[in-house]
């Protein structure tokens, strides 16, 4: 079977992407605001059943980026293409957009719409219907009255909103802890506002692929606020998709199959839903059913890195070797300076037996990142491949100059986190495993002693006890407590070594498996078992 070419038919007349807006405050504060009315813009256009609109993520990929709108449309496959600009000052806004024609770059409509921020809500409605009326697109009943529905007609609740969104959207910890904030305060001015906890579930949803929290505490403020949300207003699809992915945390397999389709139903287009369900159908096996809910998401977002990344792999399960390879350099070619796509084009191209290929692409993935230097180098001379061992081996030896400089406090004496920093990491355990230090070097024996001292608390290892974005940390990453019997062992301290390992081994829970939390109090296992 040959992986499904992208699409090359001309794009109906009645399509459009909504590329981010620009943000022209003289303070450059706004892009939230830019951000977020372009994006409520495309939402109301998306739900014109006779209309064609570019998902976000495709079409914000071009953000800041100097491509020409006629690559733009034949891309993502649409006709034409909505620009515009924000320039906030005070409570005064001023928006302005245009409609252009990408195959001939002619501009079809553009105008500029003045107001407050209050105005907001009314100059959303007055562009997007500018649109539909243009392309002559049939509105239904509803949608006659009223196109763009934001939730809420609260001006305050709505601008943290906003800010909750483009928080979401930048996927970090820290910008995932700002969005719980934003969403929060947007639901405490509006209390009906259904999107507001909507946000604050998804937040929740998906905390803990980002920080080190726990996630049954986090799934537990995920499943509140869905149902706060579906409460509020059960036709949200983002809030069944929320509820869904809890539900997969908790192994109820069959509800969250049944969240995951009445998201579908009600927004055929939200992609995050078929990607979602797509990777549960995967870890129970189903690969086919998989295969075409990610197919799915991929037609609706066909610049998302992620999705694409997830593909590859669904074929790699598939022992598809020859389709995941086409996935993959699709995928390079997409996100050039992704390095986890250049490290799976390498696996891939293992796969499909092109080694010395496969050694380029990994190579390039390592030119972005600052690891792993050393064992590339030795693979490299097993290969046979000396000028690539020679090179690798230098890299490897000039950032262990600088770890070695710029990582060792003579406070502590001990080997700490980061470079000039005085905070101890469980991972430094790994310095004899990964061969940055011999075991017998007294340094390394110094960094267990001090992490014995502070991260420790009985058998298990803390990663870090420093107070984070989500305060102090209160359970062990079990993986800790094997790095740190490997350096027992590494240190010969082989019976301590042994006697742990299996104590480890016996916090398993009736059907083998260990979680990747554990509360060192009451020995509780917290956490998802896949991530582990």
Not at 145 to 156: I, K, S
Not at 367 to 378: D, H, K, S, V
Not at 505 to 512: D, F, S, T, V, Y
Request: glycine letters at 6%.
């Amino acid at each position: 079977t040959a992986a499904p070419a992208d699409p090359v038919a001309p794009p109906p007349t009645k399509s459009i992407a909504v590329l981010a807006f620009a943000d022209m405050s003289p303070d450059k504060d706004s892009e939230y605001l830019s951000d977020g009315i372009a994006e409520e813009i495309l939402n109301a256009l998306a739900g014109v059943g006779d209309l064609q609109v570019a998902a976000r993520t495709s079409s914000f990929y071009y953000k800041d980026r100097n491509e020409s709108l006629r690559d733009i449309g034949k891309t993502l496959g649409v006709a034409h293409v909505l620009e515009g600009s924000v320039r906030r000052q005070g409570e005064k806004v001023r928006i302005t957009a245009q409609l252009i024609r990408v195959v001939d770059g002619f501009h079809r409509w553009s105008d500029t719409y003045d107001g407050d921020l209050a105005d907001v809500f009314a100059l959303q409605e007055r562009i997007a219907r500018a649109i539909t009326d243009e392309l002559k697109v049939v509105l239904s009943g509803g949608q006659q009255e009223q196109l763009v529905d934001v939730g809420t007609d609260n001006a305050e609740a709505y601008g943290h909103y906003l800010r909750g969104r483009y928080f979401w959207n930048r996927r970090t910890a820290a910008n995932i802890s700002l969005a719980i904030e934003q969403f929060r305060a947007a639901a405490d001015a509006d209390p009906e506002f259904a999107k507001a906890y909507s946000g604050i579930a998804d937040c929740y949803a998906i905390l803990p692929y980002y920080a080190s929290i726990r996630s049954d505490q986090t799934i537990a403020q995920a499943r509140i606020f869905a149902a706060r949300a579906l409460a509020l207003d059960e036709g949200l699809a983002e809030a069944h998709t929320s509820s869904a992915f809890e539900r997969v945390t908790q192994w109820d397999w069959s509800g969250a199959e049944q969240a995951f389709r009445r998201a579908i139903e009600l927004n055929p287009r939200y992609a995050t839903a078929h990607f979602w369900y797509a990777r549960m159908l995967a870890g129970l096996g189903r690969y086919d059913d998989a295969l075409e809910r990610i197919r799915e998401a991929q037609r609706i977002e066909p610049l998302s890195r992620v999705i694409r990344d997830n593909l590859t792999q669904f074929h790699i399960l598939r022992n598809e070797p020859a389709i995941a390879l086409v996935e993959a350099r699709r995928l390079v070619e997409l996100a050039p300076d992704y390095p986890s796509g250049h490290a799976l084009l390498g696996r891939v191209l293992l796969l499909n037996g092109k080694p010395d290929e496969a050694l380029i692409a990994v190579d390039r993935a390592i030119a972005m990142e600052t690891g792993i230097r050393a064992r590339l180098a030795r693979i490299a001379a097993r290969l046979g491949n000396a000028e690539r061992a020679r090179a690798w081996a230098a890299d490897a030896e000039r950032i262990r100059r600088f770890v070695a400089e710029r990582c060792w406090s003579e406070k502590r004496r001990s080997f700490v986190g980061t470079a000039d920093g005085d905070t101890l990491d469980a991972s430094l355990l790994l310095l004899a495993d990964l061969g940055f230090l011999a075991p017998q070097d007294p340094r390394f024996g110094q960094t267990v002693r001090a992490i014995e001292g502070e991260l420790k608390r009985g058998d298990f290892v803390f990663r870090y006890v420093e107070r984070d974005d989500f305060g102090v940390p209160a359970n062990a990453f079990l993986v800790c407590s094997f790095w740190y019997a490997n350096a027992l062992a590494a240190l010969g301290r082989r019976d301590e070594a042994r006697a742990l390992f299996e104590r480890l081994l016996a916090c398993r829970n009736p059907h083998g498996l260990l979680a990747e939390h554990l509360d060192p109090k009451s020995g509780e296992l917290w956490g998802n078992f896949v991530q582990t």
